[in-house]
């Protein structure tokens, strides 16, 4: 740590060099931080620990579907299983089929089972009482200028009214906020009265999209799964039942394998990064070749001088990395906010900063390799003489 | 005051490097190649321009000495390119799969504003309202050339890892189906019987779910079926399994209902017609539209971030690369200063000079932009992979690494080399002489 300011300087000898390097890193660690946390939005739901209680049970057959709705009160009954609740896509859209809307048509229990969802108990309480009532995120509410005592024609993609209408009037009756840990998007959902669904509903009566199931021992996932799969099996409504993760997992892997698609992207910005900063570091450390003699000469030993040049690698990575990563985290917020919502950027979590960290310090130690082994083995009398 | 010059002079390259990268992206391939014809020409001809020539060459002759940093230049950009054009690739593959699918001369008819297959539901009742509308071609028998079809999704296991299950679609489709889309060929096997529990399977669907080849059984809705055939369609059925529509009905319990009705017109003038009969049918309230729009708008949205992602991210490598670029070029100009010093003391202007940077570093950038280019072309022209389309099942697709691609991964590669490469040329063309010849 003493030799910090001896480092900083030998970094910024070549001001020009350094910092058209940093911004390089910058733009690659910029990259790596937007693409990774939309890697993790897409591959974990809800982190909190709650999420982790959670199952889901859809139809074994495919997620389109219907399951009974008198499976509630069996499943219910399982040891194991603290609290049921069951929702319905509902596809809808508000005046223009471009605008979609996450809906979903919801038993009483359902926003029991997701504390994420923070709603003030007294627009609760007006939900609960209003038969046409519906609650919605802060994001999707501001995004559509819709405010608590609204009448909005929601319409559906899917489900017609019995008398044909496709359009579902609904009552704004509270607008939710999300904690932090909530999975990404839930500040965009709408729900709304399954009853209210499955009265008007035209076609399907008294039929479930999935359920969700809170188990009181989260560490019984698999036996109580089991033991929801086997109400049904061998009914023409078999289901699967999984964890909340496990399902959203299954989901993000059927649009394809984005984990793949970034780390190829980063595989080859690293690569060049590797290439562009081990030039960089390279030059540095050839023109101060004489520096580096007179620093041994008075006293500095090997060992010293290569941990100085890999430290000074480390530095310029980690600068201009942190920099980046700073960026990200901005810009992520920024965009979400600036589309309203349109654009769902999700902020940098800590596993991001934790990655990114250390691909700084190995890349930093990389390509500061070559050029510290060749600082440390000078020879102090040809260095001097510029041989 | 000369400070203050000088910085006003490297606002003006600024904006008119902004300008001409602009022109640049605007241009047509036949604006490129004449550009670099009157470049050619006037290196080959004007007095100035076989001094620039012969400076490059110099330039050029140290290369050697300085490869290990031009290579940054070369790999920076071909990343760029190669990741850029990949994403691209990506888009262009899923779009045209599924423009492929469409006609002009066939109609879609779904209910209206249920915009995807799989939301819609049409009666027993319609159908025959729909297929004895005007404009339906009739076949020999004088039967209207129509598929009432049924559309379902089912869980099976990926053939890569069997522990992962995807939605297949499964499209129940009517005895017509197979005059409706003559592109479809069994490759293998033969065709499903109406009324048994027979599927047909697309030869991307048999690629990427495990368990379907000919001969198989299969669990579906309960039931067992058995796969008879495999049929190539080079467009988004290939991702299907084929049944009959009264039978899939019947196994996901659709009663008579369906979902679609697919219907040859007699001409692709005769959807005019086609559809003002059916919207002015006050027993219809459907949707319309040819399957060449219908498909196109099944492939927007994923075509559409797929290309701003690709955007997005190319930019962003661009800028990298660019800063990389400057770096290398400021450094090989640094190294050069003193034999750039010669060339302007012994008469050489300054215009040569710069030029012949900027060829250097165009020269490297080209060169990256054909590396990145081909690297993809070479490992994802062709590859296949598949994803969520609209009717919530997998579409299998390939990419496509198209030539108007790779020209445009090139233009992307000439301008970062633009960008650059003209402020170390202009630093070359200010050296002090004086000074950069006594330097060491």
């Known amino acids: 740590m003493k030799y910090l300011h001896l480092i900083w300087a030998a970094l910024f000898r070549r001001k020009t060099r350094t910092i058209l390097t940093i911004v390089s890193i910058v733009a690659a660690f910029l990259l790596f931080g937007m693409l990774d946390s939309v890697r993790t939005a897409f591959e974990t739901g809800s982190t909190s620990a709650v999420g982790a209680r959670r199952l889901v049970t859809s139809s074994r057959y495919s997620i389109i579907q219907p399951l009974p709705q008198a499976l509630q009160n069996r499943i219910a009954a399982i040891p194991g299983v603290r609290k049921v609740g069951y929702a319905n896509w509902f596809g809808g859209i508000y005046q223009d089929p471009k605008n979609f809307v996450f809906s979903y048509a919801i038993s009483p229990e359902y926003l029991d089972l997701y504390p994420e969802i923070e709603l003030a108990p007294a627009q609760r309480k007006a939900f609960d009482a209003t038969r046409t009532g519906a609650v919605v995120g802060r994001t999707l509410a501001k995004r559509y200028g819709w405010k608590i005592g609204d009448k909005i024609p929601l319409q559906s993609t899917i489900f017609p009214q019995k008398n044909g209408d496709k359009t579902w009037p609904m009552d704004i009756v509270g607008i939710f906020d999300v904690s932090k840990d909530a999975a990404n998007g839930l500040d965009q959902a709408l729900f709304f009265h399954w009853t209210y669904f499955n009265e008007a509903n035209a076609y399907g009566q008294g039929t479930v999209g999935w359920y969700i199931d809170e188990l009181s021992d989260p560490s019984q996932a698999d036996q109580v799964a089991n033991r929801i799969d086997a109400l049904s099996a061998n009914s023409p409504n078999e289901t699967k039942t999984q964890t909340e993760q496990a399902f959203q997992a299954s989901f993000a892997k059927q649009i394809g394998n984005i984990g793949l698609i970034v780390v190829g992207i980063m595989g080859a910005v690293f690569f060049t990064l590797v290439l562009l900063a081990g030039n960089t570091m390279a030059q540095a450390v050839r023109e101060r070749t004489s520096e580096l003699a007179v620093l041994k000469t008075i006293g500095f030993s090997r060992g010293s001088v290569l941990m100085m040049v890999l430290a000074e690698a480390v530095l310029l990575l980690v600068l201009g990395g942190l920099i980046g990563l700073g960026i990200a985290a901005a810009l992520g917020p920024l965009v979400t906010k600036g589309s309203g919502g349109l654009v769902n950027l999700p902020s940098l979590g800590l596993s991001t900063w934790m990655t990114g960290m250390a691909l700084m310090i190995v890349i930093g130690l990389l390509v500061g390799v070559l050029p510290a082994l060749r600082g440390m083995r000078l020879n102090i009398v040809d260095a001097l003489a510029g041989r | ?440």
């Not at chain 2, 930019?315 to 690369?321: D, F, L, P, S, V």
């Open chain 2, 1 to 440: 005051m000369s400070t203050f010059k000088r910085f006003l002079v490297n606002i003006g390259l600024f904006a008119g490097l902004m300008v001409a990268v602009a022109v640049w992206a605007a241009m047509p391939w036949i604006g490129a190649v004449v550009l670099g014809v009157l470049v050619l020409l006037w290196l080959a001809l004007a007095r100035s321009g076989r001094r620039t020539l012969s400076v490059t060459q110099v330039g050029l002759s140290t290369l050697r000495q300085r490869i290990g940093a031009s290579s940054v230049i070369v790999i920076g950009i071909a990343g760029v390119v190669g990741v850029l054009v990949a994403l691209l690739a990506m888009a262009e593959g899923f779009q045209s799969t599924l423009q492929r699918t469409g006609s002009d001369d066939t109609a879609i008819v779904l209910r209206g504003g249920s915009q995807a297959e799989l939301n819609s539901v049409l009666s027993r009742d319609n159908v025959d309202v729909i297929t004895q509308a005007a404009g339906v071609a009739r076949d020999a028998s004088g039967k209207p050339i129509a598929s009432p079809e049924v559309v379902v999704v089912a869980n099976l296991p990926k053939k890569s890892d069997r522990s992962i299950e995807a939605n297949v679609q499964i499209r129940g489709v009517g005895d017509q189906a197979w005059k409706l889309r003559p592109n479809v060929r069994i490759v293998d096997g033969r065709r499903f019987k109406p009324g048994l529990r027979e599927l047909v399977v697309g030869q991307g669907a048999q690629r990427q779910f495990a368990g379907l080849e000919v001969g198989r059984s299969l669990r579906l809705g309960g039931q067992e079926w058995t796969v008879v055939g495999t049929f190539v369609a080079h467009d988004s059925h290939d991702s299907e399994l084929w049944g009959d529509v009264q039978t899939v009905a019947s196994a996901y319990r659709r009663g008579s209902s369906v979902q679609s009705v697919t219907a040859k017109l007699t001409s692709p003038s005769a959807f005019d017609a086609f559809k003002a009969a059916l919207s002015s049918d006050p027993r219809l309230k459907v949707d319309v539209s040819t399957t060449r729009t219908y498909f196109a708008k099944q492939s927007e949205n994923l075509t559409r971030t797929l290309r701003i992602v690709g955007l997005v991210v190319g930019i962003i490598m661009a800028i990298g690369a660019v800063f990389g670029a400057l770096n290398t070029m400021f450094a090989a100009v640094a190294t050069r200063s003193r034999e750039i010093a010669t060339l302007r003391a012994i008469g050489f202007r300054s215009v040569p000079v710069v030029v012949s940077v900027m060829l250097e570093t165009l020269l490297l950038a080209a060169l990256g932009g054909i590396v990145g280019g081909l690297v993809t072309w070479l490992i994802f022209n062709g590859y296949t992979a598949s994803t969520l389309g609209s009717n919530f099942s997998q579409v299998v697709f390939q990419f496509r690494v198209t030539p108007n691609l790779l020209w445009n991964g090139l233009k992307w590669a000439l301008a970062i080399g633009l960008i650059g490469g003209l402020f170390p040329a202009v630093r070359a063309a200010r050296l002090p002489v004086t000074t950069a010849l006594r330097e060491s």
